[in-house]
């Protein structure tokens, strides 16, 4: 089975403070993902990777920085959190294909305070 | 400019009765599409696919359609379970596109009552 896992289930952060969320896949995939999920927008394309170093803007990748050292590991990076990055945040890998599915992480409930 | 929309945000069914969700899409480059269900707390997870040269896909209880012409595709749960009741979503791709282009519609909460 796939597994995709998230550092931390819940976390508070106080306004202006450094925020790490480490995602981590153990089948092998090339492509990882970050999404972030808020009630009536559903899932938002934070930042992906295709490949170790690599990583591509999605759709909100304002206030956001990736880093893919591994390729099983790939971290979101809030330089400077702000009340507006509250949400779920979802990791998620696929492997490189077409038709192919992605595999998601149970989520980090982020607050910021 | 939203690429695929869900535009019913939820459905409530009685358990035994069809489930019939819904998406629509801007792109023609579209040529894949998923769908996920997402239970709270949880990541989402695949449930059925479907791909252009095809207009019909079955799995167990989930059909999705897609009718390329109205570029509308929808998921048929039959018959509909306690179970099912989740958040439901839908995923747009084109093979002709870079990887970054999957577009997820706002989602579905279907709730399905005994």
């Known amino acids: 089975d796939v597994k995709v896992t998230q550092s931390s289930r819940y976390l508070v952060k106080r306004t202006g403070e450094k925020v790490f969320l480490e995602c981590v896949q153990d089948m092998d995939h090339e492509n990882m993902f970050w999404y972030r999920q808020d009630p009536g927008l559903g899932l938002r394309l934070i930042y992906f990777?295709?490949?170790?170093?690599?990583?591509e803007k999605g759709d909100i990748p304002e206030g956001y920085s990736v880093s893919r050292e591994k390729k099983e590991r790939f971290s979101l990076i809030l330089e400077s959190a702000s009340t507006n990055q509250t949400s779920m945040y979802l990791c998620a890998s696929s492997p490189t294909g077409g038709l192919v599915e992605q595999y998601f992480g149970p989520g980090t409930r982020l607050t910021v305070t | 400019d939203q690429q695929v929309k869900q535009n019913s945000p939820s459905l409530s069914v009685q358990e035994g009765r069809i489930s019939i969700l819904n998406c629509d899409y801007t792109n023609s480059m579209f040529d894949y599409f998923l769908w996920y269900k997402k239970y709270p707390a949880e990541g989402p997870t695949f449930l059925i696919s479907?791909?252009?040269?095809?207009d019909k896909n079955e799995d167990g209880r989930f059909t999705v359609f897609l009718n390329k012409s109205a570029k509308h595709l929808s998921l048929h749960i039959v018959p509909s379970q306690p179970g099912d009741s989740a958040v439901y979503f839908c995923e747009a791709g084109g093979r002709g596109s870079t990887l970054g282009r999957l577009y997820f519609g706002r989602g579905t909460q279907l709730t399905v009552w005994p």
């Open positions: 479907i791909s252009s040269i095809k």
């Open positions: 990777s295709y490949d170790v170093k690599m990583k």
